[in-house]
Nanobody
Framework: VQLQASGGGLVQAGGPLRLSCAFPGRSFSDYCMAWFRQAPGKEREFVAAISWSGGSTYYADRVRGRFTISRDNDKNTVYLQMNSLNPEDTAVYYC????????????????????WGQGTEVTVSS
C-alpha cells in the first residue's frame, strides 16, 4: 500500500494550504515521515520531517516559520500546513516514509526515504 497525498491546488500568494498524506495498513507510529517538493526543472528538495511520535520536527530553511508538519497516528496521516505561500513554493509535493523505526535524520534525504506518495501539485499565483 502506497502513501496517498492530497490537498494540493491553486492558491494566491500569501494564502494558506494544507496537505494530507495517508499511510494505511501500517503501524504508522513506527515511521518517521517527511515532505519533499520538486519544482519544474529542479531537483527534489526536502521540506519538513517529523518523528514517530510527533515530538520532533525539522524544516528546511526556506519554509521554517511558514510551514508546519504534524501527524495523527490514530488516522495514519501526516499533514503539512503551509502559510504565507509565495510563487517560489510552486511545486509537486511528495510525502515520504522512512524505513520502520529508522531515526528522523534518515528521512530528511530523498535517498533515505523508504516509501513515496504519488505527489500533489501546489501552484501559487502572484
Amino acid at each position: 500500500v502506497q502513501l496517498q497525498a492530497s490537498g494540493g491546488g491553486l492558491v494566491q500568494a500569501g494564502g494558506p494550504l494544507r496537505l494530507s498524506c495517508a499511510f494505511p495498513g501500517r503501524s504508522f507510529s513506527d515511521y518517521c515521515m517527511a515532505w519533499f517538493r520538486q519544482a519544474p526543472g529542479k531537483e527534489r528538495e526536502f521540506v519538513a520531517a517529523i518523528s514517530w511520535s510527533g515530538g520532533s520536527t525539522y524544516y528546511a530553511d526556506r519554509v521554517r516559520g511558514r510551514f508546519t508538519i504534524s501527524r495523527d497516528n490514530d488516522k495514519n496521516t501526516v499533514y503539512l500546513q503551509m502559510n504565507s505561500l509565495n510563487p517560489e513554493d510552486t511545486a509537486v509535493y511528495y510525502c515520504a516514509a522512512g524505513s520502520p523505526l529508522s531515526p528522523l535524520n534518515t528521512v530528511m534525504t530523498a535517498s533515505g526515504a523508504h516509501s513515496w506518495g504519488q505527489g500533489t501539485e501546489v501552484t501559487v499565483s502572484s
